[in-house]
Structures are given as structure tokens and as C-alpha cells.
């Protein structure tokens, strides 16, 4: 069949990286794939080495419903031609959703994969009318199938696709791990790595970072990560208050969490709201890196399948945090191995992927779920 995939935006983070995944998945089921995308990115790159079965086009035009741009709502959304002669449509993501109600009058076979945990009652509002139908939805953990469930979506709509986790084959888990508890530098450093949007937890670290109990001239803390056009401002605040602080640095865009290098030894995952999954634990765990981080949102399925420490989540974010980054330092030789490679990978494969969009493809090639 011939699949195009419409994405918002072009990027590595999260989303996009399981839409690489997605892609292998659908070739090595035998499909092609046209990914529409609203502008130019790493993801050109990306998908240039998938091979002749792949291509990627840009749409500037491309509906995106997202909070620094919400003029978009007011657009009249128009197939493009790749949707509109594609044998199945992938909407990746809740932020291009708004082709829903075309799909169906046009009688496309589709489903949305959805990688989003929204809160906001608007939203929450939008959603449910805009899911309404029986075209299928995959989701990237069980608390975003949860959260579709409580917007009214039936289960039975809903197949659950972890992410894939490529294991780096130059890296052994327990080497890296006893390496840096037992290495003679003095420094703890810590990072976090994430779309700088003011909800990936970058400023809440560095916050924490100024609590009496982080005073230690030996904590070391690397910022990672850039905005999306229009989210300048989060990025703004975060290195105003990290420029108060010689122990902080802002790395800025990385392709991967390898670029950052054998220096660090924790990864903060403190997002202001709930997660539907969080691939900074599992990537950091990936190449050896112990997290912590709150424990909710999909973030409760992640942080103990690697190792991670969860903490609730509370009402002084920064004075928690601190707390948190302390308690690990203190404990770092106390911690246990990281969890073997195959025991994660198992839960975490491409097989396991690959079966769950069969069972999608197979339901909509039935035409019970082509509406």
C-alpha cells in the first residue's frame, strides 16, 4: 500500500523519533511511504537514509493546530495530493488532527497516532468531538490510552505501540554505569534534555539548582534542546536565570543524547505537566545514564522498566527537584545495576511494533474502521 504520513513539525525529538520507527515498520511490511511535514528539518535528513521506498515532502500550508499559532484553527483545511491518493493516512500526533472530518467525508482510510496527554478542558472538549468515529487510534503508552478512554473513545479503537529502542552496540550498560560511580572527578552532572516549550522542565531545574540545598560548587548542570519558531520566549526565560549560575550550560540543539558526551550522570525528567510516554529516560538508559524524574503520566511506565527514580509530583517544584537530584548523589554507590539490555528491549521491539500496526492496517483494510 501506499501510506502518507502528515506530521507537524521537523524535529528529533520525541514524536518524531518514533515516527522513524513507524516508517521502518510500514517498509518492512512490504508498504511505501510519502511523509508531508510543514517545513524544513533534521527529519530530511533523517529519512534520506531510509532508503527508495521513503520519500518526504514539504507543506508549508500544512494544517497545525499548536498553541503558539493558533490562527491556524481558522484555516479551511484542503487535502493535499498525497492524501488524497494515498491508499492509507497517518495523522501524527493530535497537532494535525484538524484533517479528521475531511478524511471522513472523503471516506479516506486513516488512523491518528497519538502521542499527547492534554489537561486543559478546551482541549479535552476539542479532542473528544474531533475523535468521535470508528477510524483506529495507536498510542504511544497505556496512560494515553487511558487518557482517549476518558475522553470516550472505545478501547476496542485503540492498539498501544510502545516505541522502539535502538541499543548503541559500542556501549555495555554496567561498564558506563560503574565507570562513573567510580571515576575520580568530583563534579555531579546532571542534565536535561528536551524541546525547550516551558513545559520540558529546563527552567524548573535550573530553579532548583538555586535551592541552599544545591549550593555545592561541584554540581554541574548541561541544558539541551531548542524551541519551536514562535516558543523563543521559554528559551529566553531559561537562560536568563541559567546566566546567574556559572555551574549551568546551554548546549543548544543536539541531533541525540549521545552528543552529550561521557560527562554526565543523571538525567532530570521533570516536565510541569504528565507525559504520554517520555523517551529521555529510556535513551538515556540507552547509553548508560541513570534518571529521575516524576512519576506520572507515561513517565510511570518508563522511569521503572530502566532503572529510573520517580517522585511525586508536588507543590514547590524546585524545592522537590533539589530534593530529588540530593537524595541520588548521596545514594549514587548504593544504586544497583541498570537493567540488562534484553529485559528492556524485549517490552521495547521492533517486532512488538511491527505486530500492532499489522492488527491496525489489517482493520482497516477490512473497512471496519475505515470512518
Partial sequence: MNITIVHGSNDTYGASRVLIHEIKCLISLGHSVHLLVPSSGPLNDEVAGLGSEVQISVHPKLLVLRRSNLTHILRSPRLPHAMRTADVVVLWTLAVSAYVPLLRLTRRKFYVAVHELLEDRRARLFFAMLLVGSFPLTTCSKATSAWLRSLGVRESRISVT?????????????DTVLAVSENARQTFTVAVFGRVNGHKGHLEVVEAFGQ??????????VLAGAPFPGQESALDDVLQLASMDSRISYLGELRSMEELGDAVDLTAVFPTKPEPFGLVPIEAWSFGIRS???????????????????IERGAAPAA??????????????LKPDLPPVDEVASKLSFENRVNSLSGVLAALRSGAASD
Fill in 162 to 174: 510502545y516505541p522502539v529502542i535502538n541499543i548503541p552496540a559500542q556501549r555495555n550498560h554496567r
Fill in 212 to 221: 541552599p540545598s544545591m549550593s555545592d560548587p561541584d554540581w554541574r548542570l
Fill in 292 to 310: 529521575v524524574g516524576y512519576g506520572d503520566g507515561g513517565a510511570a511506565e518508563v522511569l521503572p522498566m530502566v532503572g529510573g527514580t520517580a
Fill in 320 to 333: 522537590a527537584i533539589a530534593s530529588a537530584l540530593v537524595v541520588e548523589r548521596r545514594t549514587w554507590e
